[in-house]
């Protein structure tokens, strides 16, 4: 879990006593981060419609998750959701377990309503209990969250085990980014080099050739034979080689000499560059 604070809570005392009691990131300076657990104040997302169309798209995605802290304004939170803020007295609470709604029901001065999205849930029965909502689009979407909790009161100063394991509860709601992102990023590794596409790679800086009629003619002129040509498929090694960008028009680039250099074949590529 990746958290960030916009930068309007990280320049205020309350979001500096946060990032001291969690691993937290200030957000980029303009804009929401590509991915990951946004806090924010509910006052700062009320003061803007056009924060508020932002952040809708934003937790459409999966693996955005944003979290309103107080303090709030009464009234609407935003205007695609039903949720509102009311001013009330502290909360009693009867479960005398550590929580973070014990440690807090005293500062708690919001109630939450509305009927979109679903509770966080709780151990605890008391009204304390509905503190905190979440909303998103879709099954695997990002979501949105409000909680009526001051996670940046001093109270928690020792109990930042507490204030991440309510996170986590936030979190585990959020969808997770599609596999297919994955199969896309490994699909390049189907053009990576293979042991022939090295072997090759050697002749051509070994003979200073670019393409493969180049490299036949080198080959077939060569005194001592160097290649079986019928295990090779030499266009597919070379079109390898310079996807990998190891090769070019103008014969092995400087990346293609360095991965030389970095390989066991380094030296009999020089020598056999020395003696072409």
Excluded at 106 to 112: A, G, T
């Amino acid at each position: 879990m990746k958290l960030y604070l916009t930068p309007e809570l990280q320049a205020h005392r309350r979001g500096r006593f946060l990032a001291s009691l969690l691993d937290i990131n200030l957000s980029p300076e303009h804009g929401l981060p590509q991915t990951g657990f946004v806090l924010m104040t509910g006052e700062q997302l009320q003061a803007s419609p056009d924060l508020q169309e932002e952040c809708a798209a934003w937790v459409r995605q999966p693996g955005c998750s944003l979290l309103l802290l107080p303090p709030y304004k009464e009234g609407r939170i935003s205007h695609f959701l039903d949720w509102e803020i009311e001013l009330v007295p502290s909360f009693l609470v009867a479960d005398q377990q550590p929580s973070l709604e014990n440690l807090l029901k005293d500062e708690v001065s919001y109630r939450l309503r509305g009927i979109e999205g679903e509770c966080i849930e709780q151990a605890s029965s008391s009204e304390l209990a509905s503190h905190t909502r979440y909303w998103k689009t879709h099954s695997n979407s990002g979501l949105i969250a409000a909680t009526t909790l001051p996670l940046w009161s001093i109270s928690l100063l020792d109990q930042a085990a507490l204030v991440n394991d309510f996170l986590v509860k936030v979190e585990r709601h959020c969808g997770v980014q599609s596999v297919t992102t994955e199969v896309e990023e490994k699909k390049p590794q189907e053009d990576a080099i293979r042991p022939q596409d090295a072997t090759v790679l050697v002749c051509c800086y070994g003979f200073n050739v670019a393409t493969t009629e180049e490299l036949l003619s080198r080959l077939k002129t060569n005194a001592v034979p160097l290649l079986n040509l019928a295990s090779f498929d030499l266009p597919e090694n070379m079109s390898r080689l310079r996807n990998a960008g190891l090769l070019n028009d103008r014969g092995v680039t400087e990346q293609g000499v360095t991965h030389l250099m970095e390989s066991k074949y380094w030296g009999f590529a020089e020598n056999l560059r020395k003696e072409a």
